[in-house]
């Protein structure tokens, strides 16, 4: 009994920001539990090499170019997971941005809070309304969104990251609320550090990993994988029960 409920063969699931790091790892766990990939990313050669991976492990997956950051590939992925599957019961949305770092009174302008806002934020909330009228029909869905401890604690020189996680967060519980009712849970993950391309500007400099892995009680950053697992509970039946959540994966650096 307890075996099945984390079986996710047949289902399908849109994975953003597929194409390496968190992304990577969440949809490369996701297949190996039977599900059918929709990988998205703004680089077709990076999602051709992750579905190479999934397919040559005996998964199932189908590779469309999208930028989340404008709301036209909303309906390019939500009309080419149709086309490729029929349905869609997963979500997850972990492509992001964050093209600048350092004190936002000196690097943030316009050009930089639109880009981050539609990425992080905007994007995400038309896929996820799109999805939704995919998923409500069905009476079933999961949505998975990817957070960070910034949400919860700015992360210096990230200030704008940090406001678009927040938002998020705030994003995870509204539509938690509203989609209840049509069987469609909504929930998050949360990192603290992990060791990715897109947080390579903290862990390539020695000294500020020591100083950053210092404040971690576990003494360490995390690796993508350690994401995915979550990620594959969070979409199971086991996490039939839980919605509106965002679950913090930091090592315990909150706690410091």
Partial sequence: MYKEMFDLTGRVAIVTGGSRGIGEAIAMALSEFGVKIVLCSRKIEGLTAVKEKIEAAGGEAVCIPAHMGKIESVKSI?????????????????????????????????????KILDVN???????????????A???KGSIINVSSEAAVRPAPGLGIYSIS????????????????????RVNGIAPGLVQTKFSQALWSNDDIKQAVEGKIPLGRMAQP????????????????FITGQTILA???????
């Fill in 165 to 184: 996680k927040a938002g998020l967060d705030m994003v995870t519980k509204a539509f938690a609320q509203e989609l209840g009712c049509q069987g469609i």
């Fill in 78 to 114: 939500i009309d080419g997971a149709l086309e490729a599957y029929g349905t869609i019961d997963i979500l997850v949305n972990n492509a992001a941005t964050n093209p600048i770092f350092g004190p936002m009174m000196m690097t943030a302008d316009e050009a930089a809070w639109d």
């Fill in 137 to 139: 029909p069905k009476g």
């Fill in 250 to 256: 930091d090592g315990g650096s909150m706690l410091c």
């Fill in 225 to 240: 994988p350690e994401m995915a697992g979550l990620a594959v509970f969070l979409a199971s039946d086991a996490a039939g």
């Fill in 121 to 135: 934020l905007k994007g995400i909330f038309f896929l996820i309304k799109a999805a939704a009228e995919v998923m």
